[in-house]
T-cell receptor, first 115, second 110 residues
Framework: GAVVSQHPSRVICKSGTSVKIECRSL??????MFWYRQFPKKSLMLMAT?????????EQGVEKDKFLINHASLTLSTLTVTSAHPEDSSFYIC???????????FGDGTRLSIL | ELKVEQNPLFLSMQEGKNYTIYCNYS?????LYWYRQDPGKSLESLFV?????AVKQEGRLMASLDTKARLSTLHITAAVHDLSATYFC??????????FGQGTRLTINP
C-alpha cells in the first residue's frame, strides 16, 4: 500500500519551455503533498508543501512564480516549472502523506534536463 | 531551525566488515527517519525511530536513536555489495517538515 506515482520520469526540453510534473497517490488520500529538489550528489531540499484545495507554502528562496504548484484533489498535485532554463535542471521528487505527522511516501522522481 | 548532519559523507568498505553512520541533529525532533537512495532512483524508506532508545533492525542494518544526545546511528553488519547506496537520515520539524542530512555515500567493495 501507500504508493505514490510520479510522471514523467524523465524530461528533456528546450530552454523557455514550461514543464508539468504530476504526482498521484494511488491507494490513499493525500491531504498533504511535498515537492523536493535534489542536485547531483546532494541532499533533498524541500521546495514547497501543498494541502488539497489550498495555496502551497513555499520554502524560503523558492520562486513561487517559477515553480507553480497545484493540489486540486486528494490524489493529485502538479508542479509546473515555468519558462525553464538550464539552471532548473535537477531531480524533482514528490511525496505525500495522509495526515499530519503521518509518514511521507515518495514518488520515483522526475529527472528534468533543460537544454 | 532543525539542522541534521551526517558523518561520514563518504564511506568505502570491504565486504564482511562492520561500520556505523552517525546522524546528529540540532534541536528536538520527535522522530528520525533513515532512507536509502540508489543512483538515479528515489528514496526507499528503511526505518522510523519514534522514541528514545528505539532500536530497529532489518537484515544487516540496525538503526538506533538517542534523543538526549540528539544522535541516531545506522549500523551495518557484515556488509555485502548490495548495500552500496547513499543513506540519508531525516529529522522532523514541526508537524510536517522533513529535514534531511547531507547523505552518506556507501561503497562496499568485494
Amino acid at each position: 500500500g501507500a504508493v505514490v506515482s510520479q510522471h514523467p520520469s524523465r524530461v528533456i526540453c528546450k530552454s523557455g519551455t514550461s514543464v508539468k510534473i504530476e504526482c498521484r497517490s494511488l491507494d490513499f488520500q493525500a491531504t498533504t503533498m511535498f515537492w523536493y529538489r535534489q542536485f547531483p550528489k546532494k541532499s533533498l531540499m524541500l521546495m514547497a508543501t501543498s494541502n488539497e484545495g489550498s495555496k502551497a507554502t513555499y520554502e524560503q528562496g523558492v520562486e513561487k512564480d517559477k515553480f507553480l504548484i497545484n493540489h486540486a484533489s486528494l490524489t493529485l498535485s502538479t508542479l509546473t516549472v515555468t519558462s525553464a532554463h538550464p539552471e532548473d535542471s535537477s531531480f524533482y521528487i514528490c511525496s505525500a502523506n495522509s495526515g499530519t505527522s503521518q509518514p511521507q511516501h515518495f514518488g520515483d522522481g522526475t529527472r528534468l534536463s533543460i537544454l | 531551525e532543525l539542522k541534521v548532519e551526517q558523518n561520514p559523507l563518504f564511506l568505502s568498505m570491504q565486504e564482511g566488515k562492520n561500520y556505523t553512520i552517525y546522524c546528529n541533529y540540532s534541536t528536538t525532533s520527535d522522530r528520525l527517519y533513515w532512507y536509502r537512495q540508489d543512483p538515479g532512483k528515489s528514496l526507499e524508506s528503511l526505518f522510523v525511530l519514534l522514541s528514545n532508545g528505539a532500536v530497529k533492525q532489518e537484515g544487516r542494518l540496525m538503526a538506533s536513536l538517542d534523543t538526549k544526545a540528539r544522535l541516531s546511528t545506522l549500523h551495518i553488519t557484515a556488509a555485502v555489495h548490495d548495500l552500496s547506496a547513499t543513506y540519508f537520515c531525516a529529522g522532523f520539524q514541526g508537524a510536517q517538515k522533513l529535514v534531511f542530512g547531507q547523505g552518506t555515500r556507501l561503497t562496499i567493495n568485494p
